[in-house]
């Protein structure tokens, strides 16, 4: 998608010599950092979030111009736009396959190791840390070397006061202290975006080695920023929770905000327009479809999903259970359960690799869209469903609440005769009213949502309350 028509117009060379630019009189911008995203395969969860947010925003018109830019592994640059998006291959990437091969590897040594202490220490969360954090070394290495090719200074992004950079991405693995001192030096606000404290809550369900490596970025971050802005007001909730703990409360504070994702699928996403894998499956099933949208992790209870389901499917039941989401961490044994199973192309049906076209044929199409998520920082998946009229039965948890209200079927939480008590009463119902039919929720589209993230970090009213670039100290200590 391209920018602002004026978005080159000092300089005529793109997004780099635009950057460059910008020591000339110009008015402040707001600058969308997206490395992560820049770089990855992926247009599921926080990447999808990103490059739907980057899109929408370059198409507004209005006082802020808004520029995406990524890290280098030496300074922030401009880019002109995300590159187009491809449709990830099912194969595993590399570091996911050296992921697998850890766990195996470590498992093998626990069970044959006869000393405590040290299969102890191979089941250490720092021990996690310490790989992950040698598998982004690498890749910052890379980030860094590809640099050198440019040009020097080539698209570094010149800051002037009033300019605004905006953290979007999930780029933990990256120190940007330098770069966002730089911003706040040249009187840019720094604007953190925070799609959840899930690893941090949650690790024992978190990717490996994440738990540590996030709360070592935001306690690296959070000094140098402005303002934190959460998806959800849970997720603003619990990063106040983080920040009392973990902070010295003063005039310095950061402010902590919210704002509200978007929903909605590009009517023709480049490369994905063959209808026919998701249709053919659709049309080898007998009984309903339930749609279950995410990657395979633990917070998503796809196991206890698919126990209920199997207990369905001994008493007769024609209904299938169509996963949409690619393999994750953490669940290598259901994954190995899935790809093994009887009923694997028949009544369990996996689209590892599914396109946004094929997502939104299976929310037209599906009986219910099945949430059993132990936490979310969001839950696009139910924001889809409500838009598509689609039945949601949801783990009754408190970001479904605030996002869905009253919409979906709640279901106790972490329960597998819940979630199975659940499709039997929607089932029933549907039986005993075949033409019942739900009406779509309205929900923000992209452009509402990235609108309303550039009124959140560019409000005159009440800005930030500014500190010095440096440390904050923690609330224990002196």
């Not at 739907?52 to 401009?78: D, K, M, Q, T």
């Not at 966002?180 to 720094?190: M, S």
Request: hydrophobic share 45%; aromatic share 8%.
């Amino acid at each position: 998608m391209s920018r602002p028509a004026d978005a080159t117009s000092e300089s005529g060379g793109g997004a780099r010599d635009y950057a460059i630019a910008a020591t000339r009189t110009r008015s402040p911008r707001v600058y969308l950092e997206c490395t992560t995203t820049y770089a990855s395969r992926y247009n599921t969860g926080i990447q999808r979030t990103v490059r739907s947010i980057v899109e929408a925003a370059l198409a507004l018109r209005g006082p802020s111009l808004c520029l995406p830019v990524i890290f280098n592994g030496r300074y922030i640059e401009a880019i002109d736009r995300l590159p187009a998006l491809r449709r990830a291959a099912a194969a595993p990437s590399g570091v996911e396959t050296l992921r697998r091969a850890f766990h195996i590897a470590r498992a093998g040594a626990i069970r044959l190791l006869p000393f405590a202490g040290l299969r102890a220490r191979l089941n250490s969360p720092r021990l996690e840390f310490a790989l992950r954090r040698a598998v982004y070394a690498a890749r910052n290495a890379r980030r860094w070397v590809g640099s050198l090719r440019r040009r020097a200074g080539s698209g570094r992004i010149a800051i002037v006061p009033g300019d605004v950079v905006v953290l979007l991405d999930a780029t933990w693995g990256t120190d940007l202290s330098r770069e966002l001192r730089r911003a706040r030096a040249g009187g840019a606000q720094v604007w953190v975006v925070v799609q959840d404290l899930i690893p941090i809550n949650h690790p024992d369900i978190a990717p490996e080695g994440l738990p540590l490596l996030l709360d070592a970025w935001l306690r690296r971050t959070i000094p140098l920023s402005d303002g934190l802005l959460a998806i959800s007001r849970t997720v603003a909730d619990e990063v106040r929770a983080y920040a009392r703990e973990r902070f010295a409360d003063g005039p310095g504070s950061p402010q902590i905000d919210s704002f509200y994702l978007g929903a909605g699928f590009d009517p023709a996403p480049a490369g994905v327009a063959d209808l026919a894998r998701v249709r053919g499956a659709f049309d080898r099933c007998s009984g309903s479809v339930y749609l279950v949208v995410g990657t395979i992790e633990p917070r998503k209870d796809c196991a206890r999903i698919l126990a209920a389901f199997e207990r369905l499917w001994a008493e007769g039941s024609d209904a299938a259970l169509m996963l949409f989401g690619r393999a994750g961490w953490r669940s290598y044994d259901l994954i190995d359960r899935l790809r093994s199973h009887p009923e694997h192309g028949r009544r369990l049906l996996w689209f590892e690799d599914g396109s946004d076209a094929e997502l939104d044929f299976a929310y037209r199409h599906a009986a219910a869209l099945i949430f059993a998520s132990r936490c979310e920082g969001f839950g696009l998946p139910l924001v889809e469903a409500m838009q598509h009229a689609l039945p949601v039965l949801a783990s009754d948890i408190p970001i479904f609440r605030e996002i869905g209200g009253d919409y979906p079927d709640f279901f106790r939480s972490g329960d597998e005769l819940a979630i199975y008590a659940a499709i039997r009463r929607f089932a029933d119902r549907r039986t005993l009213e075949p033409n019942s039919v739900r009406t779509p929720k309205r929900w923000l589209s992209w452009s509402d949502s990235a609108q309303m993230m550039l009124d959140k970090v560019t409000a005159p009213q009440n800005p930030p309350r500014r500190r010095p670039a440096g440390r904050i100290h923690a609330a224990n200590e002196p």
